[in-house]
């Protein structure tokens, strides 16, 4: 009840302590009535009036009686008890002040303050000897004409100033009595707060006392004159952090903002930059407030201005304080400059084309020797470099001044304002390498001016910490940007070397990470750390083998193919199940690029799909069928192979038993029959071996419907290929006519007839399938997939499944549903628009006119060349189409789509999607694969008819990934000259 000031009663009157009993009894409540506040008030008065005037009869004394209780009085009494001054036992001091007027709360602290300056002013005593003075003040009529307020009895203080009485009275009027009963109490401290909230025990007591402090805030805020209003804000934006609403401080903020005091200011800006939020007449406000904090003659008011600007400002207020912002730029003042170039940085990418604004006050800042200066001036040069390419050009210039600066970095001595780790100023250094960077790219010239000084910076940093690993991750990426010496780029592929010997995981993801960007300028020099790479495979982090993986793969060629995959396998063994069907298919991939040969290719593949399970992807499968069908002299050794896989248990292998009962179904003449293919062929495979086999494979509940729709397909081509149990064949295949599942119930019965009505036909209908024609690149993935529809949905689907094309018209609606074409004629019906054509080899419940096309013969040829196209360039994706006419269909036009990745980074899920007006009929053939590594190339074929021989016009859509994010693009190609359609 008596804070800030140290009591000790027992050197008080007997009377003052019964009085301040009475009063404390007062505060809590217990004593509300007036007349007993007022004569608390009044008696002590009373009683040092008789003793000084001579008693009651004196007429001073009635007359003083007489003014004390008119309502407008105040009367101020100082007393000191039972002081001790030098030389004498016990001394009184008495100090009075009378004033008038107490509605006016500055006369009330002045007079305050005068009397305090009477006792503290007396030379003949020593602090020492005012050992327990107290000083007594009387209120009356202060605020209210009924109401007497008594401010504290405490202990003088030697510290006592004007804040102190401000602090006191301030507390003592917002504790008094107030009309009609007691005054708000003072606000809870923030700390207090804080430790209230965490001694909550139950989320639900968190929000109880949060409910309550924001109950006590508002109530506070509807006074006009609220002398806590910086304590609450503060607290509201403790709880505006714990995720509480607190959007009713807004107007408060806006308040304080106004206030002079820079406590007031600094909170309120706070609370700005928090809560605030795009409202117009609220920025309108706090935009005139910035305006004015702008021109103050005080730094730091200056600095909050521009610090609250940067981080709330809309498009308009930019626009608005711009110029301000320019002009504080030239401050004498380095702490003013540091802040508005700041404020600079944030406008620009706010609004860009208030660059230009900035442009001649920015070049200043790089002769300034302040470091936090030149800090915010590259930061800013910076941005504006990377915004436009035309002030990317005039500050090229500067390049001989960064190198100046940073070499001066390098070679200076110790100074303990800039030292971090032994490193000078570390920070400014990244931002010139990082600027540096960004200027030398696809410039010779300037390149050459910055090659020495970062050569110097990659000999010269001290490793030993990390400031001085941040400098030298900078410096290689600078490097491996710029057009730098060829022994440049081998120093910084060293250091990446060296990094992955580093004990920290960071700096061992970052090596990997930037060797993973500059494999493909430089291969021979990351080849050297090839053991360290693939050690990294082994590492307990996630994220540092993800990373060691695609690095992997990138380094693989010719020359290392055996070494690699033989590692890579072992890492697929143990993987998890994360990383199998992403490492299955690069092994397929690279396998298929570099492979030795072609036993060596398909035991690659076998082992994918034995390791990998159920996690191989579509395209792997593909690629296995169609490698299989173009190795004809290893037919019989890997329909052996196959079989054997196939004989152990292979529920969680279901691609595994995809492409062997195919590959059976094919070759099982060969595998019964053939000659033994290798050296533990001790034991020879019969018919009832198979046939049983393939029942438990059919039968078995947890095999996936287009597991057992390849086995059926298998087992009826086994027909033609024994000898005696055809006959076995047949009752199985009829047990699938009354299937549950209507794809196998379909099979079933149409393969059922093949033995009855057209048994003639099916030795020629169920024959060997000719050599599959590659139509992948030699870096890409196969596009064939036994896709989503396939009969039924699988127990375990791969993480990452391949996209299918849409249909025309999907795909028209899909952009917009626009009718690119002219309407059709009167009289004449469009023709039906062809499907989009899959063309997986063994989708099964898919129709496919490739096969047919197998069977019956090959395709017409194509003549008549006609010139490329570019339909597509942007980020480092360039498209081009090839366009060809059949000689045999003048109205049918051939596109040969070529997809080439011209940047540093590989592209992956790419999808290539195209509409044609509603005349024309499309039709496109799959893609030779979804991802592209850098100058890596993916074709699909597309079939347009034009029966009309209507101007030709397309429109695309790409989509890809780079890095992790999805990149989505649509054009329209124009260009396609008129002997494509005429």
Request: glycine fraction near 4%; hydrophobic fraction near 35%.
């Amino acid at each position: 009840m008596w804070p800030y000031y140290e009591e000790e009663s027992s050197v008080l009157p007997p009377e003052l302590n019964r009085r301040k009993s009475k009063w404390s009894k007062v505060q809590q409540g217990e004593v509300a009535k007036e007349n007993d506040v007022d004569k608390l008030c009044r008696e002590k008065t009373t009683m040092e009036a008789k003793k000084e005037m001579g008693g009651e009869d004196n007429k001073n004394y009635a007359s003083e009686r007489r003014r004390m209780k008119t309502p407008d009085y105040t009367a101020i009494r100082g007393t000191q008890h039972f002081g001790r001054e030098r030389g004498s036992r016990n001394s009184t001091l008495w100090s009075r002040a009378w004033f008038t007027q107490p509605s006016n709360k500055n006369k009330t602290y002045n007079a305050l303050y005068i009397m305090s300056k009477k006792i503290k002013s007396k030379a003949s005593l020593h602090k020492s000897d005012l050992c327990a003075p107290c000083l007594i003040v009387v209120c009356t009529n202060m605020f209210d004409p009924t109401t007497c307020i008594a401010l504290h009895i405490f202990r003088f203080n030697p510290a006592f100033n004007m804040a102190t009485i401000k602090q006191v009275i301030n507390e003592a009027v917002e504790r008094g009595p107030a009309t009609g009963g007691l005054r708000m109490p003072t606000p809870m401290r923030l700390r207090d707060l804080i430790r209230q909230i965490r001694a909550a025990r139950t989320a639900a007591e968190e929000r109880a006392v949060i409910n309550k402090e924001c109950a006590y805030i508002r109530s506070t805020f509807r006074e006009e004159d609220s002398v806590w209003r910086c304590r609450n804000i503060a607290k509201l934006l403790y709880i505006h952090m714990l995720g509480y609403p607190a959007h009713f401080g807004q107007l408060e903020c806006l308040k304080l903002i106004a206030s002079p005091r820079f406590t007031d200011k600094r909170i309120g800006y706070l609370g700005a930059m928090l809560l605030l939020d795009e409202r117009q007449d609220v920025h309108l406000l706090i935009t005139n407030c910035l305006k004015n904090d702008l021109n103050s003659s005080t730094q730091f008011v200056v600095g909050l201005a521009l610090c609250t600007l940067g981080a709330i400002a809309s498009p308009e207020m930019s626009r608005d304080l711009a110029s301000e912002v320019e002009r504080l730029m030239k401050s004498p003042n380095a702490y003013i400059r540091k802040k508005a170039a700041l404020c600079a940085f944030r406008i620009i990418r706010k609004v860009p084309e208030l660059m230009e604004i900035f442009l001649p006050a920015t070049r200043s800042l790089l002769s300034e020797k302040n470091h936090g200066v030149l800090i915010t001036g590259v930061t800013l040069i910076t941005e504006m470099c990377e915004n436009s390419p035309d002030t990317l050009l005039h500050f090229k210039k500067i390049v001989p001044n960064l190198v100046r600066i940073l070499k001066n970095l390098i070679l200076a001595g110790y100074s303990p304002e800039h030292d971090v780790s032994g490193v000078s100023d570390p920070f400014l250094q990244v931002k010139i390498l990082r600027l540096l960077r960004i200027l030398g790219r696809n410039d010779p010239d300037a390149s050459e001016a910055m090659n020495d000084i970062l050569a110097q910076v990659a000999t010269n940093t001290e490793t030993s910490k990390n400031v001085g690993n941040t400098i030298l991750y900078e410096t290689v990426l600078s490097i491996m940007d710029i057009k730098s010496e060829s022994g440049l780029r081998v120093l910084a592929v060293n250091i990446l070397g060296r990094f992955l010997l580093n004990n920290d995981k960071n700096i061992r993801y970052v090596a990997l990470n930037t060797l993973l960007k500059t494999v493909y300028i430089d291969t021979s020099a990351v080849q050297r750390h090839r053991s360290t790479i693939l050690e990294c495979l082994k590492d307990p982090d996630v994220s540092i083998r993800r990373r060691a993986l695609e690095l992997s793969f990138a380094l693989v060629n010719t020359n290392n193919i055996r070494t690699m995959m033989k590692e890579l396998l072992i890492f697929l063994e143990k993987a998890d199940p994360e990383f199998k069907a992403q490492c299955s298919s690069s092994i397929v991939n690279s396998a298929e690029r570099f492979a030795p040969n072609k036993r060596w290719h398909l035991d690659t593949l076998l082992r994918v799909l034995v390791a990998a399970g159920n996690y191989v992807r579509d395209d792997v499968v593909s690629c296995t069928i169609q490698l299989i069908s173009e190795s004809t002299s290893q037919h019989g050794y890997i329909a052996e192979q196959l079989w054997r896989a196939l004989e152990k248990d292979t529920l969680d292998r279901q691609p595994l038993i995809q492409v062997a009962t195919w590959c059976i179904g094919e070759f099982g003449d060969l595998l019964l029959y053939g000659a033994p293919v290798s050296e533990d062929s001790s034991v020879r495979v019969t018919e009832d071996d198979i046939i049983v086999v393939y029942q438990r494979l059919l039968w078995s509940t947890q095999n996936t419907v287009v597991t057992k729709q390849y086995t059926l397909l298998s087992l009826t081509k086994l027909s033609t290929r024994f000898q005696s149990g055809t006959e076995k064949i047949r009752q199985i295949i009829d047990l699938f006519g009354s299937h549950l599942h209507i794809e196998l119930q379909q099979r079933g019965v149409e393969f059922s007839q093949l033995f009855r009505k057209y048994e003639h036909l099916r030795p020629a209908l169920l024959e060997r399938m000719p050599p599959m024609e590659s139509g992948r690149q030699t870096n890409g993935t196969s596009g064939l997939t036994n896709g989503p529809d396939a009969g039924g949905k699988p127990d375990v689907r791969p993480p990452e499944p391949i996209k299918q094309p849409t249909t025309n018209m999907d795909l028209l609606d899909l952009l917009g549903g626009l009718d690119l074409g002219s309407p059709t004629p009167d009289g004449q019906n469009p023709p039906p628009p062809l499907p989009v054509q899959n063309n997986g080899l063994f989708n099964i419940n898919q129709s496919s006119n490739f096969l047919v096309d197998g069977l019956l013969g090959s395709p017409s040829e194509v003549t008549n060349t006609l010139p490329r196209i570019t339909a597509y360039e942007k980020n480092g994706l360039k498209i081009t189409f090839s366009l060809e006419r059949q000689q045999d269909n003048s109205s049918t036009t051939i596109i040969t789509m070529s997809a080439v990745n011209d940047s540093l980074g590989p592209i992956s899920e790419f999808l290539f999607q195209a509409a044609v007006p509603k005349t024309f009929q499309l039709q496109m053939l799959s893609p030779s694969g979804t991802v592209l590594s850098p100058a890596g190339l993916v074709t699909q074929v597309l079939k347009i008819t034009n029966p009309n021989k209507a101007p030709l016009r397309m429109r695309i859509r790409v989509s890809y990934s780079v890095d992790g994010l999805t990149v989505q693009d649509q054009a329209e190609v124009n260009n396609f000259p008129a002997e494509s359609w005429q």
